[in-house]
Nanobody, 115 residues
Framework: QVQLVESGGGLVQTGGSLTLSCAAS????????MGWYRQAPGKQRELVAF???????NYAESVKGRFTISRGNAKNTVYLQMNSLKPEDTAVYYC?????????WGQGTQVTVSS
């Protein structure tokens, strides 16, 4: 059973930085793609950044130039470096991983940016 575990969330001031990590277990295969979504209170879950195995990336317009997604040297890990954080970045951040047409989600990690 695939499990995704996020870490690295927390409270940070406007302009600060955080790095989120996601580590997967439960499969011997390499995920086709991994990335990050977020959900703020009262809003739908939205894409933040996603990376395929070929290295192609997709970022939300609101985070371009501030966030960077990367895959780790360890198989099935993904990171999100978040710089110049804004209060509107406050949300629960979820790790997503796709494998053989199935989508897996982590439990989420809270990121709170104070003004």
């Amino acid at each position: 059973q695939v499990q995704l575990v996020e870490s690295g969330g927390g409270l940070v001031q406007t302009g600060g930085s955080l790095t989120l990590s996601c580590a997967a277990s439960g499969t011997i295969f390499t995920f086709n793609a991994m990335g990050w979504y977020r959900q703020a209170p009262g809003k739908q879950r939205e894409l933040v950044a996603f990376m395929s195995n070929d290295g192609s990336t997709n970022y939300a317009e609101s985070v371009k130039g501030r966030f960077t997604i990367s895959r780790g040297n360890a198989k099935n890990t993904v990171y999100l470096q978040m710089n110049s954080l804004k209060p509107e970045d406050t949300a629960v951040y979820y790790c997503r991983a796709d494998l053989f047409g199935l989508t897996h989600w982590g439990q989420g990690t809270q990121v709170t940016v104070s003004s």
